[in-house]
């Protein structure tokens, strides 16, 4: 089992700044991708951000130059500093974790998902 624990939505005014986190615990073996991902009301969800377990990074084309995803290992954990907000980054964020697990001598992989977090920019 593993649990992913978010923080640091809010509101705030067009132009400002916000910075989530998402811890993750449990019995892992190995954490590997770390991303973020938002659902606005009446849109699909999207991918905002991920952090490979490579040290790579990737965002989605509209928020390149202003967000930025960053992982701590050594703490199970994911950021996403958000800056220069705009209306349009309202939504709900999620972070999503790829976690990998061992039993025995079998390896498993487990996609898991935060409870979301609300972000909501002001004009």
């Known amino acids: 089992q593993v649990q992913l624990v978010e923080s640091g939505g809010g509101l705030v005014q067009a132009g400002g700044s916000l910075r989530l986190s998402c811890a993750a615990s449990?019995?892992?073996?190995?954490?590997?991708?770390m991303g973020w991902y938002r659902q606005a009301p009446g849109k699909q969800r999207e991918l905002v951000a991920v952090?490979?377990?490579?040290?790579?990074?990737n965002y989605a084309d509209s928020v390149k130059g202003r967000f930025t995803i960053s992982r701590d290992n050594a703490k199970n954990t994911v950021y996403l500093q958000m800056n220069s907000l705009e209306p349009e980054d309202t939504a709900v964020y999620t972070c999503?974790?790829?976690?990998?697990?061992?039993?025995?001598?079998?390896?498993?992989?487990?996609?898991?998902w935060g409870q979301g977090t609300q972000v909501t920019v002001s004009s």
């Open positions: 952090a490979t377990s490579g040290s790579s990074t």
């Open positions: 449990g019995n892992i073996y190995r954490i590997d991708d």
């Open positions: 999503n974790v790829q976690t990998t697990h061992v039993s025995g001598t079998y390896y498993y992989t487990r996609n898991n």
